[in-house]
C-alpha cells in the first residue's frame, strides 16, 4: 500500500504526455487504469477529465489495494469513472483490457529487483498497442520521470520539469523511476544522461534572458546534436519534456 499523499494537480505532467499518445488517440476502447491512487479519489477524477478533452469516451478505473481507500472513493464515481480494489494484477469486467495504466508514486517503495515483474505483470494487461506508464513525481508535480512501456518491454524514459523552478535539471535524480534511482552513478546510461543535459543547461544559460523554455529548448537541442536518441520536437520540449530511447538509459549488467 501506497502512502497516499497524491494531492490536487500533482500528476498534470504524466496527464499532459498521455493525452498525446497514440494509445490514447488510436485504441477502439479508450479504457484507462489509475493504480494506486492514494488516498483520495482526484488523480483518478483529473486523469478522466484531462483525457476527455481528447477522447470524449474515455473512461477510467481507479484501482487501489487499501480496501478503505476505494470505500472513500466509491461516493465520487461518476459516468465514465468507477474505484476497484486491487493490485499489479489489474482487476476488470470479463476480458477487458486498458488503452493506458498509469502507475505513479506506486513502485518507489518496492526493492529494484521487484520492478520487473511488477511491470510484466501490468504489461500482459495491456491491449496490443497500449502502455503502461510508471513513474514518480515530487509533491508539487513540478519535477517527474517515467518510463513508459508496451506489451513487449520498456520504451522510453520522460523527464518533466517545470523550467521555472529548478536551478538545474538533474534535480530530477531525485524522482527517477525505482528502475534508475539507484542507477545514478558513473558507468549508467541514465548518470550520463543527467551529467549531458547539465552540461548543456550550463552551455546555454545566456538564453535565460529570453526564457527558461528557450533554454531548455537550446539544451536538449544540444543533447540530440550530440548522439543521443532525443524524441519529439519543439512542441514538448517547450512544456519542459524531455524523452529518450530506454535502450540509452537501460541499466547496465
Known amino acids: 500500500m501506497t502512502r497516499g499523499t497524491t494531492g490536487v494537480n500533482r500528476l498534470r505532467r504524466m496527464d499532459r504526455w498521455l493525452a498525446a499518445q497514440p494509445a490514447l488517440r488510436r485504441t477502439a476502447d479508450p479504457l484507462i487504469v489509475d493504480l494506486g491512487y492514494g488516498a483520495a479519489h482526484w488523480t483518478s477524477l483529473e486523469l478522466l477529465e484531462r483525457l476527455r478533452r481528447v ?19 466509491a461516493p465520487f464515481a461518476r459516468e465514465g469513472l468507477s474505484f476497484r480494489q486491487g493490485g499489479f ?21 518496492y526493492d529494484e529487483g521487484e520492478v520487473a515483474e511488477a511491470w510484466a505483470r501490468m504489461q500482459a494487461r495491456l491491449q496490443p498497442a497500449g502502455v503502461l506508464l510508471e513513474g514518480t513525481c515530487s509533491e508539487l508535480g513540478r519535477v517527474a520521470s517515467w518510463v513508459a512501456l508496451d506489451p513487449d518491454g520498456p520504451r522510453t524514459l520522460t ?7 529548478v536551478e538545474h535539471p538533474s534535480v530530477v535524480a531525485e524522482r527517477l523511476p525505482k528502475a534508475l534511482i539507484h542507477r545514478n552513478v558513473p558507468g549508467e546510461g541514465v548518470h550520463d544522461l543527467l551529467r549531458e543535459l547539465d552540461t548543456q543547461w550550463a552551455r546555454h544559460a545566456p538564453l535565460a534572458t529570453f526564457s527558461p523554455r528557450q533554454r531548455f529548448i537550446a539544451a536538449v537541442r544540444g543533447l540530440r546534436d ?3 536518441p532525443v524524441r ?4 514538448r520540449w517547450r512544456l519542459g519534456e524531455l524523452t529518450v530511447d530506454w535502450s540509452a538509459v537501460a541499466p547496465r549488467p
Open 159 to 165: 523527464l518533466a520539469l517545470h523550467l521555472g523552478s
Open 55 to 73: 477522447r470524449p469516451e474515455a473512461r477510467v478505473v481507479g484501482i487501489e489495494i487499501d480496501p478503505e481507500r476505494v470505500r472513500a472513493a
Open 89 to 109: 494484477e489489474i482487476p476488470l469486467d470479463g476480458d477487458a483490457r486498458p488503452a493506458i495504466i498509469r502507475a505513479a508514486n506506486v513502485l518507489r517503495q
Open 232 to 235: 519529439d520536437g519543439v512542441a
Open 226 to 228: 550530440a548522439g543521443w
